[in-house]
């Protein structure tokens, strides 16, 4: 019996988890490994900070449904890894020797590399956990009682610039609700070259909506912005222009968990993880990764540095992958190892309306220099489908399924995958250890 321990217990960790169980068949031991005791369903953060969902209605105790899969889990933060003899620490005296790793953490939020970022040491809120949606709904209502500029935006580095997106046309919608949006200048701070870049150079028509869509609701913008300084009531850029604020969300730059970065030669200097096509790790074949701790290259290189977001649907396709090639290993599924297809849908609602993203893949294929195809929405039935989904997916985190069979179909019809075939010969895996994350 092999004993797979996976780290983390967001999208890709419990997808993995989930699709491990149904294609292993209780033949072997599964672990899981998380600091936090919920699933919390990220994508609906910005509603939390503005009040428009309730947060435990987005987040689900892990305990019971793990317990109900047959999945043991450990609350507790990995302290430490040792390749070599494939082991685990977790806290200061658990230990889990694994036959497979799978790393999902997520990212850490690199506040610290810019002074005055973030809501515990700095002056700016942030959606990108729980924790710290919850203080941006706090300093919310306070900023309704004083009124004042409104900055939102991403320092540079960062990686996913849809939320950003997302939260300042959602405080135009919040605002105008509340019959304050006069007293309040919205100005967007973006490190993209243009709007509706968004880290992959852009998809479709995704430039001229998010435009048209920032003119029509009266938010100014400043594009290839590169912010030098954040004082308590204003952000300074490199070029010398000031933006004094009352209120203020910047997404941040994502970095890899400490503990991955202790092993010599184990992540690439940010912390993230590189990987051969099937998702291991070019050194340490029995590791795997999935989601943001996954080294992927940006598209093209911009003035201001960005990174590539990897979206939720990224995630589950890479733990679907993950989960394939390690259950092939095991030797309970005959069938060619797989790689993610990295094909994402992403839906950004913004109130009374909204835009549907749709790439394939998110980042253009090298070998053409472009996507299968692409397309970019808006409508207010774009809000109607971001509550569904959201309904969807948080009742097939309790079902215990990662991807049911009709979604691939609603997916194929879509023409979009999740997972495709690749060779087996370990020459013809295209190694991304060169690749910056």
């Known amino acids: 019996m092999a004993h797979i321990v996976i780290v983390g217990g967001g999208f890709g960790g419990l997808s ?8 292993l068949h209780g033949k072997h031991k599964i672990t899981l490994i998380s600091d936090e005791t919920t699933f919390t369903f990220i994508p609906s953060l910005p509603w939390v900070a503005f009040n428009l969902r309730r947060l435990e209605d987005v987040q689900l105790p892990l305990a019971p449904l793990l317990a109900r899969q047959g999945i043991n889990w450990q609350h507790g933060r990995v302290t430490g890894l040792d390749p070599n003899q494939k082991r685990v620490s977790v806290g200061e005296d658990i230990t889990f020797d694994y036959d497979y790793l799978v790393i999902t953490t997520g990212a850490s939020l690199a506040y610290h590399l810019m002074s005055g970022l973030g809501p ?16 941006a709904r706090d300093a919310w209502d306070e900023f309704l009682e004083n009124p004042g500029p409104l900055l939102v935006g991403a320092v540079p580095g960062a990686s996913c610039m849809g939320p950003a997106y997302e939260f300042a046309l959602l405080a135009d919608y919040a605002l105008r609700q509340e019959g304050k949006r006069d007293q309040v200048p919205i100005t967007f701070i973006s490190p993209e070259p243009y709007l509706g870049h968004l880290g992959i150079g852009g998809m479709a028509n995704s430039g001229k909506l998010v435009t048209e869509l920032m003119k029509q609701r009266n938010i100014d913008w400043v594009e290839n912005a590169e912010i030098a300084e954040i004082k308590e009531d204003h952000v300074k850029l490199t070029d010398g222009r000031e933006f004094p604020f009352n209120y203020s969300m910047f997404l941040p730059p994502f970095r890899g968990a400490q503990f991955l970065k202790e092993v010599p030669g184990l992540t690439d200097e940010k912390g993230f993880l590189p990987v051969l096509d099937t998702y291991q790790h070019p050194d340490y ?15 093209e290189e911009t003035e201001v540095p960005l990174g590539a977001p990897k979206t939720g649907q990224m995630t ?34 913004f109130g009374d309306t909204g835009i549907i993203f749709i790439a394939a893949p998110v980042v253009p294929d090298p070998s053409v220099g472009h996507r299968r195809h692409a397309t970019a929405l808006r409508g207010l039935w774009v809000n109607w489908a971001k509550n569904a989904f959201e309904w969807y997916f948080l009742a097939k985190m309790r079902w215990g399924t990662a991807v049911p069979w009709f979604e691939k179909l609603g997916l194929y019809l879509l023409r979009l995958t999740l997972v495709t075939p690749i060779s087996e010969t370990p020459t013809q895996q295209k190694d991304l250890t060169s690749i910056k994350g």
């Open 120 to 135: 515990e040491e700095g002056y700016t809120q942030s959606v990108c956990n729980a924790h710290h949606a919850e203080m």
């Open 316 to 349: 589950e396709s890479m733990a679907m992958a993950v989960a394939h090639n390690i259950a092939r290993e095991l030797g309970e599924i005959n069938a060619r190892p797989v790689k993610p297809s990295l094909e994402a849908i992403c839906m950004a609602d």
């Open 16 to 23: 993995a988890a989930y699709e491990l169980k149904h294609l």
């Open 285 to 299: 074949p029995s590791i795997y990764s999935a989601g943001v701790i996954t080294q992927l290259a940006a598209p």
